[in-house]
């Protein structure tokens, strides 16, 4: 497809470019970026006012097919990306069966290719059943099209098996993402272990439980060599320690999700699940740290963590409801609201967050807008006034807690391939 799209502010962090220009996408790739560029026959795009930016990558999602597709599909999960402007997602394996085989990872990259043009690369569990016991088939998982590993949902508890799950993935040259979390410290526990759990009078996790499992993991990660990622990092210890080994050197990155230097604890105080997650909300001091991760480079990408659940899993009692929101369509607005408009980050450096952040860690060949790659594009507004109506979201879940916020700014177009495929 060819497409021209115009008078847009394009940003692309890789090349340190910052300008007004047109983007042109000849065949679906990345063309030329100029002044004034013309494309005989080609589909044009007026993105006057607008951000033009290389299409946005989200590397923590939950599509949930195959075995959950009450709560979500790869269909829906992919229109609720194309929603929120993003591009790519790579998706966590806790499905049913877990992916923990050749063959359902093949399933994944196959049914994703029958239902959306969005890039979906799946993440292969680490352990058979991410039960935490024996390696699965990490070889045959990567050549079926997985592009790292992960027991997201749970921790890898067992120290020699993180070991060798991070020295296979070296031989593979793909990330070991790991969810931090001790579970020794956190069972039965609903919500992060502070002033607001002793109110309510629940059992919390305390922030050491990610700490525990994060300063483990980073010197795992120094014996072996691995690229080493810290999934949905929470807590300031753990942004410290990740701050340190990369100071050594060592190829480590870390992601944040945008409910987490958005909400507190302080937000469960009517003990709504859908303030419920994984990890829980944290408190002040936390979220503190957060923001100077953000803007010390510590923290490499935001990622959303999108995590459906149907209705009536989440209308159950706060203590027996499943952790986890939605994330993909709220995570841009989030973004510019708490970080771009009070001045915390620049622009391009939120746009680094969802491009090239993502791309240090997952390497896989995007987040620019270098001549002759693909031609994705994501194109927001910073000022359009608009509010979140989950009854209009393509989800199958409802599980935000973001319904009816009023945001400035988000998502104008998302265009895959030199195709629009999605625009307001």
């Known amino acids: 497809m060819n497409l021209l799209v115009k008078n847009g502010r394009v940003i692309d962090p890789a090349q340190q470019l910052d300008t007004i220009a047109d983007v042109a996408i000849v065949d679906g790739r990345i063309g030329h970026i100029g002044h004034h560029l013309s494309l005989m026959g080609a589909q044009e795009f007026d993105a006057t006012g607008c951000v033009v930016a290389p299409g946005f990558y989200d590397i923590h999602v939950h599509f949930r097919e195959p075995g959950f597709?009450?709560?979500?599909?790869i269909a829906t999960g992919?229109?609720?990306a194309l929603a929120g402007g993003f591009t790519t997602v790579c998706c966590m394996p806790n499905t049913k069966p877990s992916n923990d085989s050749a063959e359902v990872t093949r399933y994944i990259v196959e049914q994703a290719k029958?239902?959306?043009p969005v890039h979906v690369h799946p993440i292969g569990a680490i352990s058979v059943g991410s039960a935490g016991e024996k390696l699965a088939d990490l070889a045959g998982m990567v050549q079926a099209g997985a592009v790292a590993i992960s027991d997201d949902g749970r921790p890898v508890m067992?120290?020699?098996?993180m070991r060798d799950a991070m020295e296979s993935a070296k031989r593979l040259g793909i990330p070991v993402i790991d969810h931090c979390e001790d579970l020794n410290l956190t069972e039965a526990a609903t919500l992060h272990e502070g002033v607001?759990?002793?109110k309510l009078g629940l059992r919390g996790m305390p922030a050491a439980a990610e700490d525990i499992m994060v300063a483990r993991?980073?010197?795992?990660?120094e014996l072996t060599g691995a690229r080493y990622h810290v999934a949905h990092i929470s807590t300031r210890y753990a942004m410290a320690m990740v701050k340190h080994a990369k100071s050594l050197g060592l190829p480590v990155t870390c992601e944040i999700t945008p409910h987490h230097f958005t909400l507190s604890d302080e937000d469960l105080v009517t003990l709504d699940s859908n303030y419920k997650m994984k990890p829980p909300l944290r408190g002040c001091c936390d979220i503190d740290a957060a923001f100077d991760g953000i803007v010390s480079g510590t923290i490499d990408s935001i990622a959303t963590d999108h995590a459906p659940h149907a209705p009536g899993l989440k209308a159950q009692a706060f203590e027996r409801c499943p952790f986890g929101i939605l994330g993909l369509e709220t995570a841009i607005p989030l973004t510019l609201e708490r970080l771009v408009h009070p001045g915390r980050i620049t622009l391009s450096h939120m746009v680094s967050l969802f491009t090239t952040g993502a791309e240090r860690t997952m390497r896989l060949g995007r987040g620019r807008l270098t001549q002759g790659l693909p031609?994705?594009?994501t194109i927001f507004d910073l000022h359009r006034p608009w509010t979140y109506d989950l009854s209009k979201s393509p989800?199958?879940?409802r599980n935000s807690p973001f319904h009816g916020r009023a945001f400035q700014g988000g998502p104008v177009a998302t265009v895959i391939g030199g195709q629009v495929a999605w625009q307001i």
Do not use: F
């Open 375 to 377: 031609g994705d594009l």
């Open 158 to 161: 067992n120290s020699q098996l």
């Open 69 to 73: 597709e009450e709560s979500e599909t």
């Open 217 to 221: 993991d980073l010197i795992l990660a």
């Open 78 to 80: 992919a229109q609720c």
């Open 395 to 397: 989800s199958k879940s």
């Open 114 to 116: 029958r239902v959306t």
């Open 196 to 198: 607001t759990s002793m």
